[in-house]
T-cell receptor, first 114, second 114 residues
Framework: NAGVTQTPKFRILKIGQSMTLQCTQD?????MYWYRQDPGMGLKLIYY???????DKGEVPNGYNVSRSTTEDFPLRLELAAPSQTSVYFC?????????????FGPGTRLTVT | AQSVTQLGSHVSVSEGALVLLRCNYS??????LFWYVQYPNQGLQLLLK??????LVKGINGFEAEFKKSETSFHLTKPSAHMSDAAEYFC????????????FGAGTRLAVHP
């Protein structure tokens, strides 16, 4: 199993550009999440999904959009990139069954907006 | 509302010394608690979890944590630090209400020197 994979690993965007961060999991997990990590701030939840076709906002959703058309994929869309979106982005998944509460993380995408 | 506080953003120990990373939580319901480790330029990896069974939880790489309800703490320890333990460590609490959402602490960066 590859687990949770993310592409690209690195990206530099100019202000106002758009891009999609890809996330795929091969563990058949129902729940998926997007976080951003900023120095000294821990991880903040951007969006999450509890199944195909179902998404909801997390703590810091402004400037982002998501979709979930399949169990495996959960892309994060940045529209009109701003310097404040410079961060490291992590995708995670969780089984969702009783007694299985942990999340499994991808390797991250480092994004710089200049 | 639930929250997690990690005391000390940076901890430095000598190789072979005791590692103690502090985590205090706030929760109005019995908590599910986690410790994750992040090595440089990698995603988060689960170290251990507390899900209301034994209060002393053993994890990978020789780490363990003790849940103390009276102190609302879940401190992470390792008897003897190794150079390879140098990383950032995050404490997290599961958000009540389902979907396995987590709230993370700000993280503690552990340095191990010879």
């Amino acid at each position: 199993n590859a687990g949770v994979t993310q592409t690209p690993k690195f990206r530099i965007l100019k202000i106002g550009q758009s891009m999609t961060l890809q996330c795929t999991q091969d563990m058949n997990h129902n729940y998926m999440y997007w976080y951003r990590q900023d120095p000294g701030m821990g991880l903040k939840l951007i969006y999450y999904s509890v199944g195909a076709g179902i998404t909801d906002k997390g703590e810091v959703p402004n400037g982002y959009n998501v979709s979930r058309s399949t169990t495996e994929d959960f892309p994060l869309r940045l529209e009109l990139a701003a310097p404040s979106q410079t961060s490291v982005y992590f995708c995670a998944s969780s089984p969702g069954g009783q007694g299985t509460y942990e999340q499994y993380f991808g390797p991250g995408t480092r994004l710089t907006v200049t | 509302a639930q929250s997690v506080t990690q005391l000390g953003s940076h901890v430095s120990v000598s190789e072979g010394a005791l590692v103690l990373l502090r985590c205090n939580y706030s929760s109005s319901v019995p908590p599910y608690l986690f410790w994750y480790v992040q090595y440089p330029n990698q995603g988060l990896q689960l170290l251990l979890k507390y899900t209301s069974a034994a209060t002393l939880v053993k994890g990978i790489n020789g780490f363990e944590a003790e849940f103390k309800k009276s102190e609302t703490s879940f401190h992470l320890t390792k008897p003897s630090a190794h150079m390879s333990d140098a990383a950032e460590y995050f404490c997290a609490v599961r958000v009540s209400g389902g979907y396995n959402k987590l709230i993370f602490g700000a993280g503690t960066r552990l340095a191990v020197h010879p």
